[in-house]
């Protein structure tokens, strides 16, 4: 069988040229230039000057028992109406409200018209507030009773020379708060040059709220909330290409606690990540610093009947459920808390979510490879508070100790959820994940045939073995030889903690191994466990100090900089001599409890923290010392997947629901679910039929095919093959669904990817084994409905179809598939 192999080199197929995009299309999937403004507005509040940022009069609203102050809009997100007069400008307030709006030099008089919103819930006679205006602390304006239906009471009041401060109130009556939505209308400030101010221009309306630093802790147990206004507070800004960058600083003058924030802003997506810092400056160790939320802050989900949505991600749970969509509906007086198993950041949760409100969403991100925790929290009145950070932090540092948080990443926006995620996944494509020449790394076509024949094939996984593995897969048009846990002493899983070769099967190591794919042109991927140590392994009899559970085997300690020194040499030392293109780096542990029992009780949280620490390193070391090194991040499938992570590494193996055959659908279903927020991923396809392939294709594919069997159908696995390898530029585009996400076998399954700056793109359908419909409206996106585009259809057969389309005759096109568990890709280019 190995002659047999190596005759077929000659007729290997060439590989297409893959077109990456290097930098996102300028279109209407980016922010506008509103929506920038909007967030840099934001992050100068956040992280720069707190005073005199944004473009408008510097407004405060002191208090509002009911809903958010909107800008406008009613407090209930209805158009400006008082009576019968519509407004179009104006502030949205309910009773009781103070608003207190600083003058500046010159301001000659306020002007507005106030009373009760008329909208369908006080529906013209509901309601009742009296207004008033104070200049200095001085009442110069006060309404009679302004009742429901009632038209506006108009405000007209003298602003004293010199006077600093104007204060607008709306109090309640003895018939209580009930339909109180109140309006200051047209309200505008008259200065003594003829010129006047509106107090709605320049004011942010978002969703996403700022009246503070957007994280919090609890620190010698008092609310970071009343400290951080009394600590010493630095702030510097730098403007950069991609937006402004952020270094802010407020230290305790009493303990010496430093807490730093690094931020940045990526201007062209409207979205802004931090990191937080907390450094002991002092003699002493400090009070204990506790409950450190990385993401704190408010979403001006106001109206309480209108409902708060988060679009979460199941993550990874080796099932039908891996990476399905969900939605929770966060009512008012309600909260939704999140945290995955064990301590691996998306095991049976994810660390990629949106919240929506009405119009309004925000993305967020969390990059912590550990046990991290998010809620969303709704008032009885309305607003809500996002948070997330570690789950558990708990412990005192000691002099000239630090500590460092989890990453945040927040993209807020509009209506359009798929205009969002695009953006959001074009600022992970372009800013985050790993790069090759500017590019998006190009993900591999991978031979990996560890789970169909490590344990029936003893012939496979040897020297003699892999070398015809590398010379099959060369000739059936792969670019990529991938071993798995299959060559060290002790095997899988007993052995892990052997890293050293199995004598017998590779008594030259993997050299000749990793000397061939590079003859050949092969990347080669080997698989490493280093994070587990089993019982009576090397580094468990050698090494115990560097176990958590020392002799007995268990979790190595990177957060021992000694150990993981020792063990970066090691896999250095590995990774050069047996030329390895891509390392594999797997995690079969949960690694809490070990985590949490190291901690002494006022030190709750700091194992975590260096582990994570030491792993970051223990990769960035990596990739420094071996340039072009790609780590595939693997932890039982796709378990560790975290905004980190994703800066680091790609999820080649995104799921353990790859070692067994007979995923299709499954492999549909999470390609819908993870894409969104993880654009590089992969999956593994185990017979080179069309339906399968297709369905475990991504911008790369992983295939266990039998192919020692003499009965392999090669020409069919090169076909099928080569198709994939076809599709692969179309994953760096947009992503758009077409139908369900459902992994159902009664269902559908249809998704579009579409390359703007092509004007091309993909879209992949499959009608699953069990659905009863032979057909699906496309209501593609992204084409253009007047321009020509030559399109190609290709069935399951491989058999092509071209013909030329408008853009409107392919966008709803009806797509047909006569039988069940049937496959179509539908290729398109403008024409021309």
Known sequence: MFLAIASLLCCAPAGAVLDIPQTPVQDAVMASAAESASLLDWADRAFGNPSGVGSGLELTLRRQDHSVLHVNRSCIETPLRIGGRAFDHGLGTHS?????????????????????????????????????????????????????????????????????????????TDDGPACDQTDWADAEILFADGTARRLDEGQSDTLLGV???????????????????????????????????????????????????????????????????????????????????????ALRSGY???????HRNSGDSCDDRSFLESVETVAAGRAFRMAPVGGRPSNQAFPFFRVQYGAEQVVAAVGWSGQWAASVERSGEGPARLRAGMEETHFTLHPGESVRSPRILLMPGGADTWALQNRFRRLMLFEYVPKADGRPVALPAALQCFDRYVWTRDDWATEAGQLAAA?????????????????????????????????????????????????????????????????????????????????????????????????????????AESGIDIYRNDFNIDPLDYWRRNDAPDRRGITEIRYVEGLY??????????????????ASGGRRIDLELCMRSIPFWRSDTNCSPSHCDWNQAQTLGMCPYVPLNMACAWQPDAYEMRSAGTAGIICQWHYMDESFPLEEGRKA???????????????????????DEGHWSAFQFHRPDLDAGLVLVFRR?????????????????????????????????????????????ELRLPKARGSLIVRYRAAG
């Not at 608003?99 to 919103?117: E, K, M, S, T």
């Not at 309480?304 to 988060?310: D, E, G």
């Not at 992204?782 to 259809?793: I, K, W």
Request: proline letters at 6%; hydrophobic letters at 40%; aromatic letters at 10%.
């Open 304 to 310: 309480a009947k209108n409902p708060l949505l988060l």
């Open 617 to 634: 390193r223990m990769w960035d070391d990596l990739r420094a010392r071996h340039p072009g090194l790609m780590i595939d991040n693997c």
């Open 471 to 575: 010379r099959f897969a060369k000739s059936a048009g792969f670019d990529t030889l991938w071993l798995d846990a299959a060559w060290f002493e002790g095997g899988f899983p007993n052995g892990v903690g052997n890293w050293y070769y199995k004598p017998k099967a590779f008594p030259n190591g993997l050299k000749p191994v990793g000397d061939l794919c590079d003859e050949l042109g092969l990347k080669f991927v080997v698989w490493f466990e280093p994070e587990r140590v089993a019982k009576g392994s090397e580094i468990a009899r050698e090494h115990p100090d560097y176990v958590f559970g020392g002799g007995e085997g268990g979790l190595f300690r990177l957060d021992l900089p000694e150990a993981r020194e020792w063990l970066t040499e090691l896999l250095s030392r590995r990774i």
């Open 769 to 813: 084994a069990k659905s009863a419909y032979t057909g699906l409206a496309a209501g593609l996106r992204g084409v253009r409905p007047d321009r020509s585009y030559e399109v190609t259809f290709i069935d399951g057969d491989h058999g092509r179809t071209e013909k030329t389309m408008t853009g409107a005759e392919l966008g709803d096109a």
């Open 96 to 172: 009781n409200s103070e608003i207190a709006v600083r003058l500046p030099d010159g301001a000659q008089r306020f002007r507005a018209f106030c009373g009760v919103d008329n909208n369908d819930d006080t529906g013209g006679k509901r309601g009742s507030v009296v207004c008033s205006v104070e200049v200095d602390g001085k009442e110069c304006f006060r309404s009679d009773v302004l009742r429901g239906g009632d038209e506006p009471a108009h405000v007209d009041v003298e602003i004293p020379a010199g006077a600093s401060e104007l204060v607008l109130k709306v109090d309640g």
């Open 211 to 297: 009246n503070g630093p957007p994280f919090s802790f609890v620190y010698g147990g008092a609310s970071s909330d009343s400290l951080l206004s009394g600590w010493q507070r630095v702030s510097e800004r730098k403007d950069t290409d991609a937006g402004p960058a952020y270094a802010a600083t407020w230290t305790d003058p009493a303990t010496g606690l430093r807490v730093a924030a690094e931020a940045r802003v990526f201007a062209p997506y409207a979205a802004a990540e931090w990191l937080l810092t907390f450094t002991n400056t002092g003699s002493a160790d400090t009070p204990i610093l506790e409950s450190i939320q990385a993401l704190d802050v």
């Open 721 to 743: 093959l080569a198709e994939v390898m076809e599709n692969r530029p179309y994953w760096y585009g947009d992503l758009y669904p077409v139908a369900g996400f459902s992994p």
